[in-house]
């Protein structure tokens, strides 16, 4: 708690047109902020790059997965196979891999679908039926005609009187704390 309110979000700078939105981004990343974040009504070309997004981690995710269900599919047919109810059929041998194959791979298939779900739900915070955003009572037309740019609290730049006069710097139309 700050004296008494919340803890902050983070400032969220409001702009009216996307090129203000898209330069304030890119001075923001180049003045050393990078907990950023931007809302816009439609796609803006560029932005992604110029808050500073990385590539995510759900491919490891999907590949682990994919992994995971490989030899899970695999040492539970071999382990039924030539372990737990070994039968010698035809004379082959009790852990006869070609056999395993269709359901390994099928398993692999499973197990990468669900951890890329799931992984997915995680990484991106999901669900989140509420958001600080949301007490922002101008926040409404980051769905209509207004772009706005978040400076998260928790970037190691962020510092409340700098954060805020660097951006009255930017010229946006308003700018509003964001609290918890």
Known sequence: MRNGRPPLYGLLAEFEYEA???A?????????YRALDAYTPFPVEGLHEAIGFHHTRLPYVVLAGGILG???GFFLQLYAAAI???QNVGGRPLNSWPA???ITFELSILGASLFAVFGLLALNGLPTPYHPLFNVPRFELASRD???LCIKSKDPH???LETRRYLESLSPHAISEVEW
Request: charge should be negative; avoid cysteine; proline fraction near 7%.
């Open 70 to 72: 490989a030899l899970t």
């Open 84 to 86: 737990d109810y070994p």
């Open 20 to 22: 203000d939105l898209l």
């Open 146 to 148: 207004r772009f706005f």
């Open 24 to 32: 304030a981004a890119r001075r923001a990343q180049a003045e050393g």
């Open 100 to 102: 395993f194959i269709p």
């Open 158 to 160: 962020f510092d409340l």
